[in-house]
């Protein structure tokens, strides 16, 4: 995405959403509103510790959704009952931030809430967005 061009709902929420929120909150200063920092989409792929492939189709998904190379977790701590070992490859995570958060906000909003929810883009395990403000 190119610097020249802002998101529509960006624009839209920093001229009308913002000051409005401000009133509707009572807020004194327009800082005190909140805003979006980032999005965090989050894949876990439980059999992964089984069949590496299902990690790579993971992968794929979340960077042909998102248009950036997702990082690949790993587990904190081994668990027998799980065959899990520590450092062993289990999901993989994208975090959007600026521009992108923005635009793919509104790419989320603008299409079925399925999509980005359930297990039909990824189909090991399901697809967790989280959107987060600062805090404080």
Do not use: H
Not at 90 to 112: E, Y
């Amino acid at each position: 995405m190119s610097t020249a061009t802002r998101p529509r709902l960006k624009v839209r929420y920093d001229q009308e959403i913002r000051p409005a929120l401000k009133d509707e909150l009572g807020l004194d200063n327009i800082m005190q509103v909140p805003r979006l920092t980032k999005i965090v989409l989050n894949s876990g792929v439980g059999k992964a510790t089984q069949q590496a492939s299902l990690l790579e189709g993971a992968q794929r998904d979340l960077e042909l959704i998102t248009g950036q190379k997702p990082v690949v977790t790993r587990a904190k701590k081994s668990i027998a009952s799980f065959k899990l070992r520590e450092e062993q490859p289990i999901g993989v995570k994208v975090t959007l931030r600026g521009d992108r958060a923005w635009s793919s906000l509104t790419a989320c909003s603008a299409s079925p809430s399925r999509v980005f929810v359930t297990s039909e883009v990824c189909r090991p395990s399901p697809l967790t967005v989280t959107a987060t403000t600062p805090s404080g």
